[in-house]
């Protein structure tokens, strides 16, 4: 229970992969690293969440193949294995994961097509639910950032950077006129979705009007 784990992105550029290592005293010393995957995911990854109900943790990850995913380990990072989420397309932004008092874990991704999404998995990622767009009543055709935070398995929110304006918001032209002088969109605001019956259902809000 007084775990600590540090997972590393620079060993996973060299590499290929990613690494996580657990300290049992505090941080002072930590034992030898573990991959948590080789070339099944991309080497850049999310941040680590441990469940509070039984200690299983989470290492997200926004390119598992061709799907988004996570790394999952339930001794303590002695081992890994990834498991996707079904409907989702590889993104460039990295997904985070929310994880309730009884272990319901939510998935908030970008997803490959710029939408907002969420998928909830009972499991430890085996299965998830249908993955819903949080940024359909706002008119979000973009997002970044995606943040999730869970209280018991029904309640929890996610937030996410969010613009109206569709295309590649990596592209120089992205929000700007044909000519490419004029910023005509690509303004963003900070939305949270929440949802009280373990995300069959979403209400999302504008928290910069």
């Not at 008092?101 to 299965?127: E, K």
């Not at 969010?162 to 990596?170: R, V």
């Not at 006129?177 to 303004?187: C, E, L, M, Q, S």
Request: with cysteine; glycine share 14%.
């Amino acid at each position: 229970p007084h775990a600590v784990y540090y997972c590393s992105q620079g060993q996973a550029l060299l590499l290929g992969g990613a690494t996580c290592a657990r300290s049992d005293d505090g941080g002072l010393t930590f034992n030898p690293p573990v991959a948590t995957w080789t070339t099944q995911c991309s080497g850049i990854h999310g941040h680590i969440q441990v469940a509070p109900n039984d200690g299983t943790i989470y290492l997200p990850n926004a390119i598992c193949g061709d799907r988004q995913g996570v790394a999952v380990s339930q001794d303590g990072g002695t081992t890994w294995v990834v498991r996707t989420v079904p409907d989702s397309i590889a993104g460039q932004s990295d997904p985070f994961v929310g994880i309730g008092s009884d272990g319901t874990v939510y998935f908030a991704y970008s997803d490959g097509t710029g939408h907002p999404r969420v998928a909830v998995s009972r499991d430890h990622g085996r299965s998830w639910s249908r993955s819903i767009d949080v940024g359909v009543p706002v008119g979000s055709h973009n997002s970044e950032f995606a943040m999730a935070v869970a209280g018991d398995g029904d309640r929890a929110a996610v937030a996410f950077l969010g613009t109206p304006t569709s295309g590649s918001t990596q592209a120089a032209s992205f929000g700007k006129n044909k000519a490419g002088d004029t910023f005509v969109g690509g303004a963003w605001h900070m939305y949270v979705a929440t949802t009280y019956d373990r995300g069959r259902t979403w209400t999302t809000v504008d928290a910069t009007p």
